[in-house]
Each structure stands twice: as structure tokens, then as C-alpha cells.
């Protein structure tokens, strides 16, 4: 409940300026079949998306078709975006804070995760830096820093400034939340 608005808002914006009927759309570990004749969203593993990744799915044909984004190298973190910092206690409840969680428990499975599951690769942030794409021409780096006595683990999540060129600050938000929830899985 509470998604049916957005739905059909998105199916009519990717109704007005149709270049095919038929998408399939990567999120993640799975591919999105998006039938716009039908309006249907199905996965290829067979289940049927939640409404948050269907949401996700066609905000991001509808951003991707709109402006191509042009990966500038300009990484950002949540507070940057438009609004972001009026998000930024839940983003850091619901995002951060589980994320630093599960690196405490098991650094080495929530890596595994980001790299082998996601195809992630690593790069130089933090202790620990990973790059994943969780859309095509979708990039976010997490960023690890470990603790110690005195400090505690600390994360960061940054992505390209072209990705508030596609999503919303709350699409954003919930995109990062499942990329955090899937990461965790299994860890620890």
C-alpha cells in the first residue's frame, strides 16, 4: 500500500515517450522483464518484484531515458543531494548504521558480498573501498574505515553526482537501502 500512486505515475511516463515495449533492466543480482503493453514487472528468477524494487525499476528507465548520465568522476554522499540532509537521520538509522553493523560482524563476508555477488571491484577509499554498479551506468562506492579501543567502524556510501540526475533523493534512498540489505545477507 502507499505505492499505487507512484506506479502509475511512472507507468504513464514511460507510456508517453515509448522507444520499445519491452526492457529488461539489471538491478542487483537480477534482471527485470518490464512490459509496458502489459505493465508488468517480472523477474527473470521467477518471483515477483516487491514495489520498492518495481518503483526503482521504472524511475530508472524513466531517469535513464530523460538524460543519459555522464559519470563525472564527482562522488558524492547522501547529505550533498537536493534534500538529503532533511533524510539523513533515517538514511543513517535504516543505511549507515546496519552497514557498519554488519562490517563489525563479518568485514570479510559483507566484501565478499559487494564484490562476487555484485561485481563490484575495489578501489582506493577508506580501510576498504568497493565500487559496484547497481543499475547500468549506476556507480556507488562504499567505503569502510575499521576501529579500533577508541573509534568505532565507520562507512560512507558515495556515488556519482549524475545518479540525482535519474533518481530522487527518497528513490536514492531506498536504492541504497537495498543494496545494504542484500550486502549484509549471510554476514555474520
Not at 514495489?51 to 562522488?75: A, C, F, N, T
Amino acid at each position: 500500500m502507499g505505492y499505487e500512486i507512484a506506479m502509475e505515475r511512472a507507468w504513464k511516463a514511460l507510456e508517453e515517450a515509448p522507444s520499445t515495449s519491452e526492457y529488461a533492466v539489471p538491478f542487483l543480482t537480477e534482471v527485470y522483464l518490464v512490459n509496458l503493453e502489459e505493465r508488468t514487472i517480472s523477474s527473470t528468477l521467477g518471483e515477483p518484484p516487491r514495489d520498492d524494487i518495481s518503483i526503482l525499476v521504472l524511475h530508472y528507465l524513466i531517469g535513464i531515458r530523460k538524460e543519459r548520465p555522464v559519470e563525472k568522476e564527482e562522488w558524492i554522499s547522501f547529505r550533498e543531494i537536493e534534500g538529503g540532509i532533511s533524510f539523513l537521520p533515517a538514511f543513517e538509522e535504516t543505511v549507515i548504521k546496519p552497514l557498519v553493523g554488519g562490517f563489525d560482524r563479518g568485514p570479510e563476508g559483507v566484501i565478499r558480498n559487494l564484490l562476487h555477488r555484485f561485481g563490484g571491484r575495489t578501489v582506493e577509499c577508506g580501510d576498504v573501498g568497493v565500487q559496484i554498479a547497481p543499475f547500468p551506468e549506476v556507480l556507488v562506492r562504499i567505503v569502510f574505515w575499521k576501529g579500533d579501543e577508541e573509534i568505532p567502524s565507520q562507512a560512507t556510501i558515495l556515488f556519482d553526482r549524475s545518479l540525482a540526475h535519474i533518481f530522487t533523493t527518497e528513490d536514492i534512498a531506498v536504492l541504497l537501502q537495498l543494496l545494504v540489505r542484500r550486502a549484509l545477507e549471510g554476514v555474520g
